[in-house]
Every structure is written in structure tokens, then in C-alpha cells.
């Protein structure tokens, strides 16, 4: 029952969903605020939705490709750091023993079980790589389309989350209008992603509805501000 | 030497390092691509730098408190999986004792191997949990300040990253110039940001420079075209 509970948590926050997470609090958030902060300085409408399309264009592009090349960083690393156990394995097996006893000793294992583990390890060397890759680099295989997924999933969670708030201006002939639905949908938007996104993460729903809603309206706030004494 | 080495990476990505590429990386790409996306759509510099300061400083409270929240809810999902395995640990301590088997049974460890290592392991409650949670659950106890460190960082690293670019919209009087000089400007900006940014994490600096900076200038074209369009 218990151990189920664990394997739950691991499944339900899985790379997907984290990705979609994290596109959609950026894409929620970020164009939302800046058409505010543009419907304080500007007189029309056309102007927030150009300059919102072209952030969602741009914020779209650099997370998914950001979120791509993270992803096919992650994996070379774990590539050359696999590479190199291999060859630590091969060419000084002793140094490795003697890495695999310090890790057991932290956790006061004696002299003779940290022996015996070293010795029974050493039998198999791909499990003895995988075992130092995990427990001595604490590296796990990443899966091989995670980079690709990555970025087309955080790229189009950016895309939506951001064409939300944005599409106010669409039906409002004036910023002030404008702002005013976008506001109010936006924070019910920001409200329903942060209650599922808690539940998601293990987190008390409501009070993390609220912690997200509170960031968007505050980013919109400060914006909305620094563009009106800018401009 | 080879230990070292490992030391080494493991020390250089920090969570500052990590903190100040996760800001830079997309502050000195969106207000840029943002501005040059303004820049084929309207004829005065100062919508520019409005807008671009409006997006600056909603990403940089967006991406903070992002931070923040992120930051936050790994430590409570630290604590809260801490007390499940201290619970589990003194309730069903024959459960735990199997699944300290079964994680050293994937490795290859004898039968008599894996109950030497449950029963030393089980002697000291304390090192017992370090134990589970780190090799059961992949977990590592983070740093206290961590949340807020991140925050600053974050949000720092954003505004510092968007305002290299938009800066050259002050220094110039229409937008094709500020444009022409804020694209020249953040490419090198960019390659200098890339070829760091892959020195720390251990890529190919050059190759690692290139692909930064193609991001940037891709993700500027598209919302250039976009805007144009749109406009």
C-alpha cells in the first residue's frame, strides 16, 4: 500500500507533465503581463496583439528548443559519463571497488559487508556500471526521445497557455476592455492550471491555485506599472 | 584523478550556475526576439522599449517566483517523503528491509549478500532513511535557502539578460537601427553567453556557443516575420 503510494508519485509527475508545467506557467504568465503593462501605455488594441504574438512566437521558440537542447544535454552528459565508468571498470577496478565501499561506509555498513558487495558487484560489469552511474553519480538513463517530446511539448504549452490571455484583446476594442477580460479569464485560467498542476505535484491544490494565481496577477501589476511610467 | 574529475563536474553545476543559465538563456532570447518582432511592425523606438521593459519585468517575476514555487515544493516534497520512509521504517520495518533487497537483487548481490546489507542498514534508523531516500526514491536533501537563492538569481539573471539587448533601442532613433545594432550586439552576446554556458556543463564550447546563438537569432526571425505579418 504504502510502497504503491511511491510508485504513484513517480508516475504521475512524468516528463510530459512536467513539461507541459513548465510551458504553460511561463506562457500563462508572461504574455498576460505584458499586454497588461501594454494596455497602461498604448492607445489600441493592435499594437498589444502584435507585440503579445510576437512574445508567444519568440517565448515558444526559445523554451522548446531551450527545453530540446537541455534535453540532448542531459543525454551526452550521461553518454560521456557512462563511457568513462566503463573505462574506470576496466582500467582500475580496484579504485572502483574501493569507491563502492566508501559509498556503503557513509551508511555504516561494516568492513566485511562492504567487501563482500564490492566483490559480488564486480562479477557482472554492466550492472556494476549501472550500480555506480545511480548510487555514486546519481544518474538515471534518460529516455531517448526526451529531448524531441521536450521541446515540442513545452513549446506548445508556451503557445497555448499564452494565446489565452491574449485572445481578450481579439473581441475588445479598447485596452482598457481588453485588460479587464483578460484579467479576469486570465485568473481564472491561472487558477484551474495551478489547482491541477498542485494536485499533479503532490501539492495542497488551493493553496497552490492561489501562489500561482498571486505570481500572474503580480507580474501583471508590476508590468502594468513600469510600462505606464515608462511610456 | 579520474575521482576528481567527477568531483569536479558535480561542483560546477552548482544551483547558482544552473540558476543563472536558466534566467540568462531565455532573457537575453525573448525580449530580443520581442523587440526585433516590434521592430518590423511599428515606427517609433519607444513602444519598443516600453514593451520590452514590460516583458523584462514581468519574465524576470514570472521566472523568480517560479523559481521560488519550484524551489519550495522540492523541499516540502523532501519532507513529506522523509516522514513517509520514517514511518514506513518504524511500522513495516520487514516491508523496508525487502525492498533494500529487491533494489540490491537488480544489481546482481546474493541472497545472503542482500540480508547482510538490509540487517546492517537496519542497526541505524537515521542513515537507514538517508538510505531509502536516496537509492529507493533518487532524492537528495536540499539546500534550505535554496528556494529563494533561486528567486533572486533567476530573476536577476533575466533582467540583466533582456535589458542587453533592449538597450541599444535607447541609443538609436528608429527601430531598423536599434534592431540592426541590438541584433549585432546580442549575437555576440549570445556566442559569449553559449560558449560558457557549455564550458560549465561540460560541452563542446564552440559547438554549444553556435546552437545558443542560433536559438536566439531564430526565435528573433520568427517573431520578425510574425509581427510583420500580424501588424
Redesign the interface.
Known amino acids: 500500500m504504502?510502497?504503491s503510494?511511491?510508485h504513484e508519485t513517480h508516475l504521475k509527475s512524468s516528463d510530459f507533465i512536467t513539461d507541459v508545467v513548465i510551458g504553460m506557467?511561463?506562457g500563462l504568465?508572461?504574455p498576460?503581463?505584458?499586454a497588461a503593462?501594454?494596455s497602461g501605455?498604448?492607445s489600441s488594441n493592435?499594437?498589444i496583439?502584435?507585440?503579445g504574438?510576437?512574445?508567444i512566437?519568440?517565448?515558444c521558440?526559445?523554451?522548446g528548443?531551450?527545453g530540446y537542447?537541455a534535453g540532448k544535454?542531459e543525454q551526452?552528459?550521461y553518454e560521456?559519463?557512462l563511457q568513462?565508468e566503463y573505462?574506470?571498470v576496466a582500467h582500475?577496478p580496484e579504485?572502483e571497488k574501493q569507491?563502492v565501499k566508501d559509498i556503503?561506509a557513509?551508511?555504516?555498513?561494516?568492513e566485511s559487508?562492504q567487501e563482500?558487495?564490492a566483490n559480488?558487484?564486480a562479477?557482472?560489469k554492466d550492472?556494476?556500471v549501472?550500480?555506480m552511474m545511480?548510487?555514486?553519480?546519481?544518474l538515471?538513463k534518460p529516455n531517448a526521445n526526451r529531448a524531441r517530446n521536450s521541446a515540442l511539448t513545452i513549446g506548445t504549452a508556451y503557445f497555448i497557455g499564452g494565446l489565452l490571455p491574449l485572445s481578450a484583446y481579439f473581441f475588445t476594442n479598447t485596452p482598457t476592455n481588453g485588460l479587464l477580460v483578460s484579467a479576469l479569464f486570465t485568473t481564472i485560467c491561472l487558477f484551474v492550471f495551478g489547482y491541477f498542476k498542485s494536485k499533479i505535484?503532490?501539492?495542497r491544490p488551493i493553496a497552490g491555485a492561489l501562489?500561482?494565481t498571486l505570481?500572474?496577477l503580480?507580474?501583471?501589476a508590476?508590468?502594468?506599472g513600469?510600462?505606464k511610467l515608462?511610456?
Do not use: C, P
Open positions: 504504502m510502497t503510494n511511491h506557467s511561463d504568465t508572461v498576460f503581463a505584458l503593462g501594454l501605455a498604448v493592435s499594437i496583439i502584435t507585440a504574438i510576437a512574445e512566437v519568440a517565448g521558440i526559445a523554451m528548443l531551450g537542447l544535454t551526452e552528459h560521456s559519463e568513462r573505462d574506470e582500475v579504485k569507491e556503503f557513509t551508511y555504516g555498513i561494516s559487508g563482500l558487495l559480488e558487484l562479477r557482472d550492472k556494476w549501472d550500480f545511480k548510487f555514486e553519480l546519481g538515471e505535484t503532490g501539492q501562489k500561482v505570481i500572474g503580480l507580474a501583471a508590476a508590468a502594468f513600469i510600462a515608462v511610456a
